[in-house]
């Protein structure tokens, strides 16, 4: 069975962090770019992070710059994102998605609206005291 599997949310107090992970199953993930994107209650979904598989250049959503960083590993076919300095705005459903077109830059993927090779079933983040 193919697909993106997402660990790591949780409740933590503003000023932590978290660690997401995003692992695949049935597929490598060196073929694909791969983003975070998040839905909170109410609002539009944003694509907060995307790196690249071809030159590992990587895109921020202007919200998470300086504190949230996108690494992947292709030797354990996992790609992260590390989240510091964590915000209650910060608090939604963060989602692993992957896209095989070559043709998307990482800000691309990270501005599409769906549409993805790949999405993962979705990690709650809550940022609350």
């Known amino acids: 069975q193919l697909q993106l599997v997402e660990s790591g949310g949780g409740l933590v107090q503003p000023g932590g962090s978290l660690r997401l992970s995003c692992a695949a199953s049935?597929?490598?993930?060196?073929?694909?770019?791969i983003g975070w994107v998040r839905q909170a209650p109410g609002k539009e979904r944003e694509g907060v992070s995307c790196?690249?598989?071809?030159?590992?250049?990587?895109y921020y959503a202007d919200s998470v710059k300086g504190r949230f960083t996108i690494s992947r590993d292709n030797a354990k076919n996992t790609v992260y994102l590390q989240m510091n300095s964590l915000k209650p705005e910060d608090t939604a459903v963060y989602y692993c998605?992957?896209?095989?077109?070559?043709?998307?830059?990482?800000?691309?993927?990270?501005?599409?609206?769906?549409?993805?090779?790949?999405w993962g079933q979705g990690t709650q983040v809550t940022v609350s005291s």
């Open positions: 049935g597929f490598t993930l060196d073929h694909y770019a």
């Open positions: 790196i690249s598989n071809t030159d590992s250049s990587t």
């Open positions: 998605v992957a896209d095989s077109n070559t043709l998307l830059t990482v800000q691309g993927l990270c501005m599409m609206d769906g549409g993805y090779d790949y």
